[in-house]
C-alpha cells in the first residue's frame, strides 16, 4: 500500500453498542486506524473483556477521560457516552485540534433551551454548540464537510426525517397532521441490565412507551421546521418491538394536493435522494422490511397515496446502530475529511 | 354435577389456529362439548395427527363437510373456514336448527355489494346475511343474545375498534382524522406454509403491508360509521410483527375540544365499558403491552392525550386468536346461550 | 359453595418470575387463597406497581419479612428467595406451625456439605433440614404428603430426573454413560438486569454456560444415585436458548441390554409414570417440543433407541417455571394438603 | 484496477438461501463477477422479484437450466440445487470445462452405494463422483486446490468435524464414546413453506428431530473414519432452535487419557487449526455464542474437560448459510484458483 498513513481515531466510550459498533466499522475502513479507546464505568478493562470474539480486531485497554492524552493518540474522535457528558469533552478535544463527532444528545439542538428542557441539565458551552453541525448528511451534506464538530441524530429523528423531509422541503403536506409511528428493535435501549429489554420481558411482545413525550420529539421537529421554514409540530410514538436491531418509521400525513398520486411521489423523492447514496426509494408496491437494512447503512423508503383519504403513507426502515447511529457517524467522518460518502461502510447485510 | 348435559357443539375447519383454539377452549367450558370436526384439506385425518400433544383432549376424526351429518352431532357450530366458504354453508345449518358462529368475513357485512367487491365473491345468501349480527359483544351485547348466526369480527376490527367506539360513540373526535397503525403477531397469517411467515423471514423484522387496501378497513369503516351515525373514513395500515400471538393498535385522532385531558378520557372509557368484563383501561401513563393480554380474552386500552397537538394516542392490545377470533367467538356462544360472558373463557394468560 | 373456608396462603419473594407464577397460579385454585406477600427488594411496594396487568388479580402490599406476622396471615408459606435465604426463615416458620414449601436450593441436599461446597454457604439448620422432602412428585409422592417442609427441585433436575428416573430405578443403563445437553429459556435466569439475558444480546444466539460445573448437577446425581442404589455420575451441560419459556433436556445413555426396543422402552416409561398425571410419554416416533409444555403443569417425555449405537436418547419438555418450579410447588401443596396432585393446575397451555 | 478480468462466476438454484447468500458474498469478492443465475421452480423470474432489495447487486434473469449455455456463460459454477439434481449436472459441466462447486449431499460421499441407501436415489455418475473433494478446507485443504468437483459439506457436519478432527485425527477419544447434540436456527429448513418452520410455531419452541437418523449421520461418520484410520461411529441429534442462523454442536466423549486437562486440549486444538484461519479456538473458560460467528465464515470453539467423569466437551459455532454452505464454497474456491483462502469472504459480523 505504499508509505500511506491512516488516521488515528479515539472512541470514548466503547463498551456499549455504539462503541462497538464503531469499533467493527472502523476495522473496515480504509483510511483509519483505531488508537485510543476511552470510557468511563469500563475504564481499566480490555475491550476483548466485553466482547471476547472481538479479541482479533481490538485488543485496546480502555483508558479513563483525560483530553489531553485522547487529543496526543487521535485526530477524530467519536463520543458515545451517556447524554450529558459530551458537552464537557467536547470544548476541549477542539481547542486541542481534534475533530468530534458526538453521538449523543448534547449537540443535536440550536437552541441550547429546548435541550435543557427536555434533557434537564444546564449548559455552559454556547458558543462551542454554535459550531456543531447536525450530522444527518442527507440533509446537510454541505456544512458536514466543513464542520469540526458534529451533533449525529438520534435513531428514530434519522429515520424520521428521512421519510418526511422530500415532504416539508417541497410543501407537500398540511402543517400539522404529520404523524409518526415508529418501532424499534430493543438494542436501541443500549447495553444496560434493564428489566423491560430483558428477552423474558420484551420477546413475543410489543407495547409503545414515552408517548407525546419522547425526547425525540424536539429533535424531529426543530429540523422539520427548518425544512419547511415555519414551526412544524408532530405527533411521534415509539414502540419497542422484540428484535435486536431496525426501526420502521410510519409516517402518515395529509396531502395538500389529493391528486398527486403515489408515482408521483416516488419520482419526487427519488430525485430529492438523487445525490444520496445511501437511501434507496423502493418501486410502487414495495414496502420495506427492516432487515433489508440491517448490518447495512442503508436507508429503504416506500411510499404509498391514499386516494381515498388524501393522505400519503411513508414508511422508512434503518438499522438503528448504523444509519441510526455509528455507521451515520462514519458517513459524517468521512465528509469532514473530504474521502467518498460510501467508503469503508457496509452496503449490504445477509439475508435471512 | 347431577344430570346435567352438556351443549354439543361442532367446528368446521379444525385444523388451522382457530380451530386449535376452539378446541382448546371448548376443553375448559363448563357447560359445552366437542362433539363434531369438520374439515376439507384435514378430513380424514384424526385431529392429533395435527396436533399431537392434544391427543387427551380432543380424539375426534375430522369429517368431510355435510350438512346434515353437522346438524346431527351439533347444536352450535363454529365455522372456521377460509373466507367464502361460510355463506354456503351456514344457510343450511340455520335451517336445520343450528346455532351458526361464522369466524371468516363472510357475514361481517351489512352492506354484501362491500363485501363483494373486497372480496371478490358474489353473494346469493343476502336474505341469511340480513339476519347476521356482528359479533362485537362490546358493541352488539343485545343483539347478540337475540341471534342465531354471528359473524364474528376479524382481529385488528375488534383491537381497533375497541379504541375507537367510545370516541365515535360521543362525538368526540373530528371525523376523518382516525389512523389506526396496527401491529400483529404472524399467527394472524394462519396455519399455511407462506414464505413471508417463515420464522427465517418474519424473526427479526417489521414491515408494513396491505398499506391503504387492507380487507379489515371496509369492516372498520362499518362499525364506525354506525357509531357516529354518518360515514366515517380510517386510515388503517397494518404491520407484521416478529411474535407469535397479540395484536397492538396504536390510534390516533384529533379531538373535537382540545382541553380534554387524559383522566378525562380515562373517565370516559371506563363507564363505556363499565358493563364489559373483558375490557380493561390501564391506569394514566400506564400503555398495554401485547403481553398481558396473550393467553386471555381481554383487551387492554391505554390512553394519552397531547395538549400539545389535540390528539388522542389510544392503545389497544389483545390476542389476536382469542379475544380477536376464537375467544370472542365462545363471548359471543355465552351470550346466545343466556349463559354469563365470562363463563369459561380464559382472565390471564402467563407472564413473562 | 357454602360456608367454606380457603386455605390462607403466603408468598415470600413475590417479585420475581417464582413470585408472579405463584400468584397467578393460586388465583385459580378452589381450595386456597393468596393472603399475605413479602419480599426484600420489592418490600413497600404494591404488587400492581410491579405488574400492573395483575392490579385485578392482586392488589396485596409486598411486606418486610417478619415470621411473626407471615404465620399469623398463611398456614403454607412459598419461600421463592434468592439462595442462601430460606434457610433462616423456614426454621422459625415450621416453628409457628406453617408449612413451608421452597423454591430455592436450601432444602434440596440431603448431604448439607455438598450444598455448602456448591453454594459456598454453611448451614446451622440441619435438624431442619433434616426433615425436609424433595418436592418431585413423580419419584416422592407419599413422602412429600406426610411432609411439613418441601424442598422443591431445581428447573434443570425435574426435567432431567423425569427423563432418568424409569431407566436407573430399573438398572437399564450402564451408570456413567448418562449425558444431559440441557436448552432453557432466558426465564431461568429470572427478573434481573442481567446482560447476557437482554433481548438484544440472547435474541439469535445459542450457547452453553457453566459446562461441567452447574450447581443442579449434584442435585441431579443426588436422586440418580438414590435411584440406582449406588452413586452415579452425571455430564450434564445446559445452554441458553432464545425463547421466554421452556426446558427441553436431551439425555443420552448406553443400554446395558442393547436389544430393548423403543417400543419396549415406551412401554417400560408409561408403566413408570402410570399414577402421574402431569408426564406424558409421547407416541413413537414423536418428539416432544418446548411449547407443548408451556401454560401447563405437564412434563411431555418422547424417546428413541438407536440400535446403531445402543444408546437410549430421552428428550424431556417442560414449562421451566411451571413444572420446572410454581406449578410443581402447587403440586406439592396439593399432596401435602391430602388434594388431588393435579387441583387447580394448568392443563394445557395455548398453541401456537 | 487496470485491464484486469473478473472470473464469471454462475449459480444454479439462486432462489434459495444458499443461492441469497452466494450472490451476496459475490458480490463482494474482488475477483469473481456474477454472470449467469440458473433455477427450477425460480426460472423465468428477475432475482429482484425474489429479493426486492438486492435489485441493486443482481439485476440478472433466473434462466432454466442448459448445460452449454451455462458452460457459456461461467468457468465456476456452484450448484445450489436440491438433493439428486446436481449428479445429472455436474458430468456436463466438467466435460465442457468447468468447475463444479456442489451445495447438495450428491457429491459427498465416496461410497455412493451409502448415498443411495441414505438419499434414496440410485447413481449413474461413478466416475464422476470419483473425482470429488469434500469441501472441508480445515481438513483437505490440499486435494481442494487440485480438484475441479467440490462437493460441500452440510451444515451439521462442517460444525461437528471442526470438532471432532483434532481428537480423531490424535486418537485422544475412545471411539463410539462420541456424542453430538446439534442446535441449528430455521433457516437451516430452507426457503421452503412448511408448517413446522413457519414463525408461528418455531419461535418459543424447541424441539429434537431426525433423533438417530438423519441424513448427516453417515457423512460425518464417513470423515470421523477417515480420520481415526478405522470405522466411527456416532451419536448425532439435532435440534431446531428459534432462531434464524447458527449452529452450535455441543460434543461429547471419553478422554482415553483423563489426565490431559482443558489447557492442553486447548493447545492440540490450536496447534491443529494453526493454518486455518477460519477456525478460532476461544481462551479457557470461554465458550462460543452462535451469534459471534453469524454474518461471517468464522467457526468458533470452545474446549472444556470434566475431570470428574473424563470427558471433554467441545463447542463449536458457526453461522449455517456461511461457514455452514455458501462462505464455504467460496473458501474451496479460492482454494481451486489459487486465491488466499480468505479473499473476499466476511470476517466479522456485526454485534449484538
Tied chains: 1, 2, 3, 4.
Excluded at 266 to 295: D, E, H, L, M
Excluded at 308 to 314: A, K, N
Aim: a negative charge; aromatic letters at 8%; charged letters at 15%.
Amino acid at each position: 500500500m505504499g508509505n500511506f498513513r491512516r488516521v488515528p481515531i479515539g472512541i470514548i466510550g466503547a463498551s456499549g453498542y455504539g462503541g462497538v459498533q464503531l469499533v467493527r466499522l472502523i476495522s473496515d475502513h480504509p483510511e483509519v486506524e483505531l488508537s485510543y479507546l476511552g470510557g468511563e464505568s469500563s475504564a481499566g478493562k480490555s475491550f476483548s473483556d466485553i466482547y471476547p470474539h472481538l479479541a482479533d480486531v481490538c485488543n485496546l485497554q480502555i483508558e479513563t477521560l483525560d483530553p489531553d492524552i485522547i487529543a496526543q493518540h487521535a485526530e477524530i474522535v467519536f463520543l458515545s457516552l451517556p447524554n450529558g457528558l459530551a458537552c464537557h469533552l467536547a470544548p476541549q478535544l477542539l481547542d486541542k485540534g481534534c475533530k468530534v463527532i458526538d453521538l449523543s444528545a448534547d449537540y443535536r439542538f440550536r437552541d441550547l433551551s429546548i435541550y435543557s428542557s427536555w434533557y434537564g441539565k444546564e449548559r455552559q458551552d454556547c458558543k462551542t454548540a454554535a459550531t456543531a453541525v447536525y450530522g444527518l448528511p442527507e440533509l446537510y451534506r454541505y456544512q458536514i464537510t466543513e464542520a469540526q464538530l458534529i451533533g449525529c441524530p438520534g435513531c428514530y429523528p434519522t429515520a424520521s426525517l428521512l421519510a418526511l423531509s422530500p415532504l416539508l422541503k417541497q410543501g407537500l403536506i398540511v402543517p400539522g397532521t404529520a404523524i409518526i409511528d415508529a418501532k424499534s428493535g430493543t438494542s436501541g435501549g443500549g447495553r444496560q441490565g434493564k428489566i423491560n429489554i430483558l428477552l423474558a420481558e420484551a420477546d413475543n411482545s410489543l407495547g409503545a412507551y414515552c408517548v407525546a413525550n419522547h425526547r425525540h420529539t424536539p429533535e424531529i421537529e426543530q429540523i422539520c421546521s427548518e425544512l419547511a421554514g415555519h414551526e412544524i409540530m408532530v405527533q411521534f410514538v415509539p414502540h419497542l418491538v422484540p428484535m435486536v436491531r431496525g426501526i420502521l418509521s410510519t409516517v402518515y400525513a395529509s396531502l395538500r394536493d389529493p391528486g398527486l398520486v403515489r408515482d408521483d411521489l416516488i419520482t419526487i423523492f427519488r430525485a430529492f435522494y438523487r445525490n444520496s447514496p445511501w437511501v434507496k426509494v423502493c418501486n410502487p408496491g414495495t414496502y420495506p422490511q427492516t432487515k433489508w437494512a440491517c448490518g447495512s447503512n442503508l436507508c429503504y423508503i416506500g411510499i404509498e397515496a391514499d386516494p381515498r383519504t388524501g393522505r400519503i403513507v411513508v414508511m422508512s426502515a434503518i438499522d438503528n446502530l448504523i444509519k441510526g447511529q455509528a455507521g451515520q457517524a462514519l458517513q459524517c467522518m468521512n465528509l469532514m475529511m473530504g474521502w467518498d460518502e460510501t467508503l469503508g461502510l457496509p452496503k449490504l447485510g445477509f439475508y435471512p
